[in-house]
């Protein structure tokens, strides 16, 4: 069985730092796109950063220049490293990972979320 564990999220003021991380752990025969996504109250869940297995990252226009994504492959872990924290950053952000475990087919895994607030 396949989890993600988050950590990372918090409080900080505007113009600080966080940095989150999420491992999966589990039966995996490979580890496909991994990316951070989040969402607010009346929200739908929006992209933040992905990144492929070769490197390749995406960001939304909203946190370019401010949010590094990257990932450690051979734990099976992704970062991300937010700077410049601005209050509309306030979402809980959640991990997902692109996996396939022994057996089956890749698809796509979710974490159970970490609450990131930006305060004034």
């Known amino acids: 069985q396949v989890q993600l564990a988050e950590s990372g999220g918090g409080l900080v003021q505007a113009g600080g730092s966080l940095r989150l991380s999420c491992a999966a752990s589990?039966?995996?025969?490979?580890?496909?796109?991994m990316g951070w996504y989040r969402q607010g109250p009346g929200k739908q869940r929006e992209l933040v950063a992905r990144?492929?297995?070769?490197?390749?990252?995406n960001y939304a226009d909203s946190v370019k220049g401010r949010f590094t994504i990257s990932r450690d492959n051979a734990k099976n872990t992704v970062y991300l490293q937010m700077n410049s924290l601005k209050p509309e950053d306030t979402r809980i952000y959640y991990c997902?990972?692109?996996?396939?475990?022994?057996?089956?087919?890749?698809?796509?895994?979710w974490g159970q979320g970490t609450q990131v607030t930006v305060s004034s």
């Open positions: 589990g039966s995996i025969r490979s580890t496909n796109d």
């Open positions: 990144i492929t297995n070769r490197g390749t990252t």
């Open positions: 997902n990972a692109n996996l396939a475990i022994w057996g089956t087919p890749s698809r796509d895994y």
